[in-house]
Protein backbone atom coordinates (compact mmCIF):
# COMPACT_ATOMS: atom_id res chain seq x y z
CA UNK A 1 0.00 0.00 0.00
CA UNK A 2 2.86 2.43 0.68
CA UNK A 3 5.42 1.37 -2.02
CA UNK A 4 3.56 3.33 -5.16
CA UNK A 5 3.52 6.61 -2.59
CA UNK A 6 7.07 5.95 -1.13
CA UNK A 7 8.42 6.67 -4.95
CA UNK A 8 6.94 8.87 -5.49
CA UNK A 9 7.93 10.98 -3.23
CA UNK A 10 11.78 9.66 -3.31
CA UNK A 11 11.30 10.88 -7.20
CA UNK A 12 10.04 14.65 -5.89
CA UNK A 13 12.83 15.07 -3.71
CA UNK A 14 15.32 13.84 -6.43
CA UNK A 15 13.55 16.41 -8.79
CA UNK A 16 13.79 18.57 -6.57
CA UNK A 17 17.20 18.39 -5.60
CA UNK A 18 18.62 17.98 -9.00
CA UNK A 19 16.70 21.17 -9.97
CA UNK A 20 18.62 23.01 -6.96
CA UNK A 21 22.05 22.11 -8.36
CA UNK A 22 21.47 23.38 -12.11
CA UNK A 23 20.40 26.71 -10.66
CA UNK A 24 23.19 26.89 -9.19
CA UNK A 25 25.30 26.03 -11.58
CA UNK A 26 23.97 28.14 -13.85
CA UNK A 27 24.42 31.41 -11.16
CA UNK A 28 27.91 33.14 -10.48
CA UNK A 29 27.77 32.94 -6.87
CA UNK A 30 26.50 29.31 -6.53
CA UNK A 31 29.99 28.04 -5.60
CA UNK A 32 30.68 28.91 -1.69
CA UNK A 33 34.62 30.34 -1.09
CA UNK A 34 36.20 31.43 1.65
CA UNK A 35 34.79 33.94 4.22
CA UNK A 36 37.37 36.48 2.57
CA UNK A 37 36.56 36.40 -1.00
CA UNK A 38 32.97 36.95 0.08
CA UNK A 39 33.98 40.01 1.45
CA UNK A 40 36.01 41.43 -0.36
CA UNK A 41 32.94 40.96 -3.65
CA UNK A 42 31.25 43.21 -1.13
CA UNK A 43 33.69 45.44 -0.88
CA UNK A 44 34.32 45.85 -4.96
CA UNK A 45 30.71 46.11 -5.56
CA UNK A 46 30.05 48.82 -2.78
CA UNK A 47 33.27 50.60 -4.05
CA UNK A 48 30.57 52.31 -6.97
CA UNK A 49 28.19 53.71 -4.55
CA UNK A 50 30.25 54.96 -1.64
CA UNK A 51 32.54 57.32 -1.26
CA UNK A 52 36.17 56.82 -0.64
CA UNK A 53 37.54 58.44 2.20
CA UNK A 54 40.99 57.20 2.96
CA UNK A 55 41.68 58.96 6.13
CA UNK A 56 38.94 57.40 7.86
CA UNK A 57 41.73 54.37 7.73
CA UNK A 58 43.76 55.81 10.25
CA UNK A 59 41.47 55.75 13.13
CA UNK A 60 41.97 52.81 15.51
CA UNK A 61 44.82 51.10 13.15
CA UNK A 62 48.22 50.44 14.82
CA UNK A 63 51.14 50.71 12.42
CA UNK A 64 53.71 47.92 12.64
CA UNK A 65 56.62 48.64 13.12
CA UNK A 66 59.39 48.85 10.24
CA UNK A 67 62.49 47.08 9.67
CA UNK A 68 65.89 49.30 9.92
CA UNK A 69 67.29 50.35 7.31
CA UNK A 70 69.22 47.42 5.35
CA UNK A 71 67.98 44.82 7.79
CA UNK A 72 68.44 41.32 6.40
CA UNK A 73 65.13 40.53 8.71
CA UNK A 74 62.96 42.51 6.66
CA UNK A 75 59.46 41.30 5.82
CA UNK A 76 57.09 41.99 3.12
CA UNK A 77 54.45 44.13 4.80
CA UNK A 78 51.34 46.11 3.39
CA UNK A 79 51.64 49.61 5.70
CA UNK A 80 47.73 50.45 6.14
CA UNK A 81 48.50 54.40 6.93
CA UNK A 82 46.85 55.53 3.53
CA UNK A 83 50.28 57.97 2.98
CA UNK A 84 52.86 55.26 2.71
CA UNK A 85 50.14 53.51 0.59
CA UNK A 86 49.90 56.01 -1.80
CA UNK A 87 53.20 57.58 -2.01
CA UNK A 88 56.12 55.46 -3.13
CA UNK A 89 59.12 54.71 -1.05
CA UNK A 90 60.83 56.63 -4.54
CA UNK A 91 59.18 59.88 -4.30
CA UNK A 92 59.58 59.69 -0.70
CA UNK A 93 63.34 59.08 -0.93
CA UNK A 94 62.85 62.13 -3.51
CA UNK A 95 61.45 64.38 -1.17
CA UNK A 96 64.04 63.74 1.69
CA UNK A 97 66.96 64.15 -0.48
CA UNK A 98 65.72 67.54 -1.29
CA UNK A 99 65.09 68.39 2.40
CA UNK A 100 67.62 70.42 4.85
CA UNK A 101 69.04 68.09 7.72
CA UNK A 102 67.43 69.76 10.32
CA UNK A 103 63.89 69.20 8.84
CA UNK A 104 65.26 65.55 8.11
CA UNK A 105 65.57 65.69 12.03
CA UNK A 106 62.38 66.86 12.41
CA UNK A 107 60.63 64.63 9.79
CA UNK A 108 62.00 61.39 11.63
CA UNK A 109 60.08 62.34 14.33
CA UNK A 110 56.42 61.60 12.08
CA UNK A 111 56.19 57.90 12.42
CA UNK A 112 58.66 55.05 12.69
CA UNK A 113 58.48 54.28 8.65
CA UNK A 114 60.26 58.01 8.41
CA UNK A 115 62.45 57.45 11.23
CA UNK A 116 64.35 54.72 10.04
CA UNK A 117 64.09 56.10 6.19
CA UNK A 118 65.70 59.17 7.48
CA UNK A 119 68.48 56.85 8.81
CA UNK A 120 69.59 56.13 5.00
CA UNK A 121 73.32 57.03 5.69
CA UNK A 122 73.20 58.91 1.60
CA UNK A 123 71.69 61.88 3.47
CA UNK A 124 73.98 62.26 6.13
CA UNK A 125 76.67 61.82 4.09
CA UNK A 126 75.67 64.36 1.37
CA UNK A 127 74.94 66.87 4.48
CA UNK A 128 78.45 66.07 5.83
CA UNK A 129 80.82 66.76 2.77
CA UNK A 130 78.54 69.77 1.77
CA UNK A 131 78.77 71.39 5.23
CA UNK A 132 83.04 70.21 5.71
CA UNK A 133 83.47 70.74 2.13
CA UNK A 134 86.21 72.82 2.49
CA UNK A 135 88.47 70.37 4.47
CA UNK A 136 88.07 68.13 1.33
CA UNK A 137 86.69 64.60 0.44
CA UNK A 138 89.51 62.56 1.82
CA UNK A 139 89.94 64.21 4.55
CA UNK A 140 86.67 63.76 5.88
CA UNK A 141 86.57 60.03 5.18
CA UNK A 142 89.93 59.66 7.43
CA UNK A 143 87.35 61.29 10.40
CA UNK A 144 84.26 59.00 9.29
CA UNK A 145 86.81 55.83 9.88
CA UNK A 146 88.98 56.89 12.74
CA UNK A 147 86.50 59.40 15.05
CA UNK A 148 83.11 58.02 14.36
CA UNK A 149 82.83 54.31 13.73
CA UNK A 150 82.04 55.11 9.44
CA UNK A 151 78.86 56.40 10.52
CA UNK A 152 77.96 60.06 8.69
CA UNK A 153 74.92 60.81 10.76
CA UNK A 154 77.01 60.62 13.80
CA UNK A 155 79.54 62.28 12.60
CA UNK A 156 76.75 65.25 11.67
CA UNK A 157 75.80 65.53 15.35
CA UNK A 158 79.06 65.32 17.25
CA UNK A 159 81.68 67.37 14.98
CA UNK A 160 81.58 71.13 15.50
CA UNK A 161 80.43 72.56 12.23
CA UNK A 162 78.96 76.04 11.34
CA UNK A 163 75.23 76.29 10.72
CA UNK A 164 74.39 78.14 7.33
CA UNK A 165 70.83 78.03 7.54
CA UNK A 166 70.83 81.61 9.76
CA UNK A 167 72.16 83.97 11.39
CA UNK A 168 74.33 83.97 14.13
CA UNK A 169 73.94 87.43 16.00
CA UNK A 170 75.45 89.28 18.94
CA UNK A 171 73.73 91.72 20.76
CA UNK A 172 75.71 94.39 22.90
CA UNK A 173 74.68 97.39 25.13
CA UNK A 174 76.68 100.32 26.40
CA UNK A 175 75.39 103.01 28.84
CA UNK A 176 76.27 106.72 27.06
CA UNK A 177 75.50 110.22 29.60
CA UNK A 178 72.62 112.12 28.10
CA UNK A 179 71.94 115.89 27.78
CA UNK A 180 71.24 117.14 31.34
CA UNK A 181 68.34 119.58 30.62
CA UNK A 182 68.37 120.40 34.89
CA UNK A 183 70.72 120.29 37.45
CA UNK A 184 69.06 117.60 39.74
CA UNK A 185 69.73 114.33 37.78
CA UNK A 186 71.87 113.46 34.82
CA UNK A 187 70.52 111.07 32.31
CA UNK A 188 71.44 108.62 30.60
CA UNK A 189 70.77 106.56 27.98
CA UNK A 190 71.28 102.67 26.96
CA UNK A 191 72.51 101.73 23.30
CA UNK A 192 72.33 98.28 21.90
CA UNK A 193 73.59 97.41 18.47
CA UNK A 194 74.04 94.03 16.95
CA UNK A 195 76.86 92.33 15.24
CA UNK A 196 75.49 90.17 12.67
CA UNK A 197 77.43 87.22 10.93
CA UNK A 198 76.42 84.80 8.00
CA UNK A 199 78.54 81.85 7.07
CA UNK A 200 78.81 79.81 3.66
CA UNK A 201 80.04 76.07 3.17
CA UNK A 202 82.77 77.55 1.00
CA UNK A 203 85.23 79.69 3.41
CA UNK A 204 83.56 83.04 3.39
CA UNK A 205 81.17 84.40 5.56
CA UNK A 206 79.39 88.37 5.61
CA UNK A 207 79.97 90.71 8.77
CA UNK A 208 77.87 93.57 9.85
CA UNK A 209 77.89 95.69 12.66
CA UNK A 210 74.27 98.07 12.98
CA UNK A 211 71.81 99.08 15.47
CA UNK A 212 68.86 97.48 13.31
CA UNK A 213 67.10 94.71 14.18
CA UNK A 214 67.23 91.40 12.61
CA UNK A 215 64.36 91.28 10.94
CA UNK A 216 65.39 94.29 8.53
CA UNK A 217 69.13 93.27 8.67
CA UNK A 218 68.49 89.66 6.88
CA UNK A 219 67.64 90.91 3.35
CA UNK A 220 71.26 92.70 2.98
CA UNK A 221 73.23 89.19 4.10
CA UNK A 222 73.83 88.75 0.81
CA UNK A 223 76.89 89.24 -1.54
CA UNK A 224 74.48 91.24 -3.63
CA UNK A 225 74.28 93.71 -1.26
CA UNK A 226 75.66 97.55 -2.08
CA UNK A 227 78.05 98.88 0.23
CA UNK A 228 75.76 101.73 1.51
CA UNK A 229 74.36 98.65 3.77
CA UNK A 230 77.89 98.10 4.78
CA UNK A 231 78.14 94.23 4.39
CA UNK A 232 81.46 93.21 4.40
CA UNK A 233 82.67 89.73 3.19
CA UNK A 234 85.50 87.67 4.59
CA UNK A 235 87.18 84.17 4.79
CA UNK A 236 86.84 82.14 7.75
CA UNK A 237 88.54 78.42 9.00
CA UNK A 238 87.30 75.71 10.98
CA UNK A 239 89.70 74.01 13.49
CA UNK A 240 88.12 71.62 15.64
CA UNK A 241 85.52 74.27 17.61
CA UNK A 242 88.08 76.72 16.77
CA UNK A 243 87.01 79.78 14.04
CA UNK A 244 89.44 82.38 12.92
CA UNK A 245 87.90 85.00 10.71
CA UNK A 246 88.92 87.89 9.23
CA UNK A 247 87.68 90.73 7.28
CA UNK A 248 88.35 94.03 5.32
CA UNK A 249 87.25 97.47 5.88
CA UNK A 250 88.85 99.37 3.14
CA UNK A 251 89.04 102.71 2.23
CA UNK A 252 92.08 105.28 2.83
CA UNK A 253 93.69 103.30 5.36
CA UNK A 254 92.70 99.53 5.17
CA UNK A 255 91.51 98.04 8.40
CA UNK A 256 91.84 94.07 9.17
CA UNK A 257 88.95 92.44 11.64
CA UNK A 258 90.42 89.50 13.07
CA UNK A 259 87.63 87.52 15.21
CA UNK A 260 88.55 84.13 16.90
CA UNK A 261 85.27 81.86 18.31
CA UNK A 262 85.08 78.95 19.89
CA UNK A 263 81.81 76.91 18.38
CA UNK A 264 79.30 75.01 20.91
CA UNK A 265 75.74 74.05 21.45
CA UNK A 266 72.63 74.14 23.98
CA UNK A 267 71.87 70.24 22.40
CA UNK A 268 73.75 67.77 20.95
CA UNK A 269 74.23 68.66 16.88
CA UNK A 270 72.96 72.58 17.07
CA UNK A 271 75.96 74.39 17.36
CA UNK A 272 73.91 78.08 18.17
CA UNK A 273 76.34 79.35 20.15
CA UNK A 274 79.74 80.76 19.17
CA UNK A 275 81.89 82.34 22.28
CA UNK A 276 83.82 85.50 21.16
CA UNK A 277 87.35 84.78 22.22
CA UNK A 278 89.21 88.28 21.04
CA UNK A 279 88.62 90.82 18.65
CA UNK A 280 91.51 92.73 17.11
CA UNK A 281 91.77 95.55 14.51
CA UNK A 282 95.20 96.21 12.81
CA UNK A 283 96.46 97.81 9.64
CA UNK A 284 97.77 96.55 6.62
CA UNK A 285 99.74 97.78 3.39
CA UNK A 286 98.38 99.10 0.62
CA UNK A 287 100.68 96.25 -1.36
CA UNK A 288 99.38 93.79 0.84
CA UNK A 289 95.75 93.91 -0.53
CA UNK A 290 94.88 93.63 -3.86
CA UNK A 291 91.03 94.21 -3.41
CA UNK A 292 87.98 93.54 -1.13
CA UNK A 293 87.49 89.98 -2.69
CA UNK A 294 90.66 88.73 -1.52
CA UNK A 295 91.37 86.02 1.27
CA UNK A 296 92.69 88.81 3.72
CA UNK A 297 92.50 85.74 6.37
CA UNK A 298 95.77 83.98 4.33
CA UNK A 299 97.64 87.58 4.89
CA UNK A 300 96.64 87.86 8.70
CA UNK A 301 96.30 84.51 9.55
CA UNK A 302 99.90 84.25 12.12
CA UNK A 303 99.66 87.72 13.16
CA UNK A 304 100.12 88.64 16.66
CA UNK A 305 97.13 90.21 18.50
CA UNK A 306 99.76 93.61 18.64
CA UNK A 307 101.05 93.32 15.26
CA UNK A 308 100.10 95.88 12.58
CA UNK A 309 101.75 96.80 9.31
CA UNK A 310 100.49 100.09 8.89
CA UNK A 311 101.81 102.83 11.87
CA UNK A 312 98.95 104.82 11.15
CA UNK A 313 96.40 102.14 12.40
CA UNK A 314 97.86 100.86 15.51
CA UNK A 315 96.59 97.42 16.70
CA UNK A 316 93.46 97.45 19.09
CA UNK A 317 92.37 94.54 21.10
CA UNK A 318 89.06 95.23 22.38
CA UNK A 319 87.62 94.20 25.20
CA UNK A 320 83.85 94.96 25.41
CA UNK A 321 81.21 93.74 23.28
CA UNK A 322 82.45 90.62 23.49
CA UNK A 323 78.57 88.80 23.80
CA UNK A 324 78.13 85.47 23.20
CA UNK A 325 76.56 85.24 19.37
CA UNK A 326 73.12 83.32 18.85
CA UNK A 327 72.24 81.43 16.09
CA UNK A 328 68.12 82.62 14.68
CA UNK A 329 67.13 79.96 11.62
CA UNK A 330 66.32 82.18 8.56
CA UNK A 331 62.63 80.87 9.54
CA UNK A 332 62.31 82.47 12.82
CA UNK A 333 63.70 86.13 11.95
CA UNK A 334 60.25 87.30 12.18
CA UNK A 335 59.41 86.42 15.50
CA UNK A 336 62.91 86.43 16.98
CA UNK A 337 63.10 88.10 20.39
CA UNK A 338 66.09 90.36 19.23
CA UNK A 339 63.38 92.09 17.58
CA UNK A 340 62.03 93.37 20.71
CA UNK A 341 62.88 97.09 21.85
CA UNK A 342 66.01 97.40 24.34
CA UNK A 343 63.78 97.64 27.38
CA UNK A 344 61.44 94.14 27.09
CA UNK A 345 64.69 92.47 26.38
CA UNK A 346 67.60 93.62 28.54
CA UNK A 347 67.49 90.89 30.13
CA UNK A 348 68.06 88.69 27.21
CA UNK A 349 71.32 86.45 28.12
CA UNK A 350 72.47 83.58 25.65
CA UNK A 351 72.81 80.37 27.25
Not at 59 to 65: D, K, L
Not at 200 to 224: A, E, T, W
Not at 301 to 308: A, L, S, V
Request: glycine letters at 6%; proline letters at 6%.
Amino acid sequence: MWGPQVDRLSFARVCLRKNRLMAMASSDFGLTGPAELESALRVKNLQYFVTRRPWLDLYGINVRPVAPYGSISRKPYVDPAPIHRYLPDELLLEVFSRMTSYDLGRASCVCRKWRYTVRNPVFWRNACLKAWQVSGMVENYKLLQSKYDGSWRKMWLLRPRIRTDGLYVSRNTYIRAGVAEWKISNPVHIVCYFRYMRFFPSGRFLYKNSSQKIKDVVKYMNFRASKAECVFSGHYTLSDDKVEAAVLYPGMRPTVLRIRLRLRGTTTGANNRMDLLSLVTSGVNDDEVNGPDEDILGIVERWQDDETHNPDVPAVSHKRGLTPFVFVPFEEVETSVLNLPVEKMDYFVPG
